[in-house]
């Protein structure tokens, strides 16, 4: 297990020599933020409540989950699709290592990076203008964290399958948007799965996508407590082991049918 | 040699080259009509709560939609490329650009033409013919041949702010990311009746970044509907000349830009 942590972080640091990127995405997703929360805001104009979410709830909703992009790596990562095309992935399949759990370790040690440095940031300047609410308890915020946690191996389960496919296609780039794009706006990422309106949130709640995103800010937002929260945690368990049992699967398949590039 | 010969050769290049990935470029078709498709999908599902937004109907947002969808997508298809610059500032590879007796903009736009961002425009026209038909408008021939100019106007403004953004990449390579906030936060703030964004807000979609332009005035002309901070809803009609004016301050920041690039090689 050890050496899960080594790779975790070289990830992490890998990702803190992007100063410059960082600062640039900081100010994107604060952008993003800003134009949702008016457009929700105009929303509340209207109505009290949608879905169990007053105003404050809506926008602080916004926030969190511009936060939460990048930590759930939402716009995909090509890194082992390139490997893929290129041929590496040969070395790696070469190291004495589990192959899922070496990707998952890079993904655990990006994400703790963006946690801090793109989850926080975009929230303090929200603050400054809207109404923002911050959990009153610090159960809550450990019982975000640790949604959150599990979000990650939920979204790293999701985007390892999509990246496998280059296996038998090459170019995963139209595979990986198509799959991306479904996942953030059943994840919530534009609008929150409950403005959906009944038959689309069931479709929502059938896929592994909510628990990426939506769900971990719910628990945020302090809206499930006790049992409610343990079927949180059950439901991203699910997910995981499923997406990650299936990651397996396609691995295997990969590894008997696939010749590598580069011969 | 004639630039738009040079311009067509490099991409019916690019053509074929994506259509040697046959699945995977379907797939991306696919995936960038979605794109488009899911701009829609989110105002479906925010009047699916409400009846008005703004004291907009869902068909005149859609209308707003539409014509800002189309302009970007518009811009997007010929003119988004230039955002790769960073990517060739950085692997310098952008000293080739400067050595070919053509100008830079138009190799860099032809070189990473993409034909999967063809369906990017797809959706939105849909989108607006399905909204002309559903909005309550007097037409008149003044606002018959506001439909063409705007959505030229708004590939146009949007093809602007693109190079003017993806132009700081010649000072500094990583915050590319920066750009998105005005290519792509422009088109979502122009998807919507400015008047729902704060005042700050709404003076920078009139008068800093004038994506009001593309979309919002033109429709509100259209419709007959007061126009923020009470100006006179002709001010649509400028959007040709707002559009010319910015092109050509692209120009010269992509040409200050150019003058001021030194090659990372060594």
Request: proline letters at 4%; one cysteine or more.
């Amino acid at each position: 297990m050890r050496w899960m942590w080594e790779v975790a972080t070289r990830s992490y640091r890998r990702q803190a020599t992007y100063r410059g990127a960082t600062l640039a995405g900081v100010f994107t997703n604060t952008v993003f933020g800003f134009i949702l929360a008016y457009v929700l805001l105009a929303v509340y104009q209207e109505r009290s409540t949608v879905g169990g979410f007053d105003v404050t709830d809506a926008v602080t909703f916004t926030f969190v989950m511009q936060g939460m992009l990048m930590v759930i790596g939402v716009f995909g990562s090509t890194d082992l699709a390139d490997r893929i095309k290129s041929g590496d992935v040969v070395s790696d399949l070469y190291r004495p290592v589990d192959f899922e759990a070496y990707w998952m370790a890079d993904a655990y040690g990006r994400s703790a990076f963006y946690a801090v440095f793109r989850g926080v940031p975009p929230f303090i300047a929200g603050a400054l203008v809207f109404h923002l609410r911050l959990p009153s308890a610090p159960a809550t915020w450990i019982a975000f964290v640790v949604s959150v946690a599990l979000a990650v191996a939920v979204s790293f389960g999701w985007g390892f399958l999509l990246q496998l496919s280059g296996f038998w296609l090459l170019d995963v780039r139209g595979p990986n948007q198509l799959g991306w794009l479904t996942a953030q706006f059943f994840a919530g990422v534009f609008i929150p799965v409950v403005f959906f309106p009944a038959w689309l949130g069931a479709i929502a709640y059938a896929t592994p996508f909510p628990a990426m995103a939506q769900l971990p800010v719910e628990v945020f937002l302090d809206k499930h407590h006790g049992l409610d929260l343990v079927a949180v945690y059950a439901v991203q368990l699910l997910w995981i082991a499923v997406l990650l049992a299936g990651g397996r699967l396609v691995l295997r398949r990969a590894m008997r049918k696939v010749v590598v590039q580069g011969g | 040699m004639d630039e738009l010969v040079i311009y067509r050769r490099l991409v019916g290049a690019r053509i074929r080259a994506d259509l040697q990935y046959r699945a995977s470029f379907f797939l991306f078709l696919i995936s960038q009509t979605l794109v488009a498709g899911l701009d829609i999908a989110v105002i479906i599902v925010i009047f699916t709560q409400v009846d008005t937004l703004a004291g907009w109907s869902v068909a005149e947002v859609a209308l707003l939609y539409a014509m800002a969808g189309i302009g970007f997508g518009v811009a997007d298809l010929f003119v988004s490329e230039v955002e790769l610059a960073s990517r060739h500032i950085k692997a310098g590879t952008f000293d080739l650009f400067l050595l070919r007796p053509a100008g830079t903009l138009v190799q860099l736009c032809a070189m990473e033409f993409a034909p999967r961002r063809f369906g990017r425009t797809i959706q939105p026209v849909i989108v607006l013919v399905i909204a002309l038909r559903a909005v309550d408008i007097t037409w008149t021939p003044t606002k018959v041949a506001l439909v063409p100019l705007t959505v030229m106007s708004g590939a146009v403004i949007f093809g602007s702010i693109w190079v003017i953004t993806s132009s700081i990449a010649f000072w500094t390579v990583d915050t590319q990311e920066i750009a998105n906030s005005f290519t792509y936060g422009g088109y979502t703030l122009a998807a919507y009746p400015i008047d729902v964004f704060g005042t700050w807000l709404k003076r920078f979609v009139m008068f800093v970044v004038p994506v009001a332009f593309t979309s919002y005035l033109p429709v509100a002309y259209m419709l007959g509907k007061p126009v923020a901070f009470g100006l006179p809803s002709s001010l649509a009609l400028l959007s040709p000349a707002v559009a010319a004016a910015l092109a050509l301050v692209a120009r010269a920041v992509w040409r200050c830009a150019v003058r001021h690039y030194r090659s990372t090689g060594s």
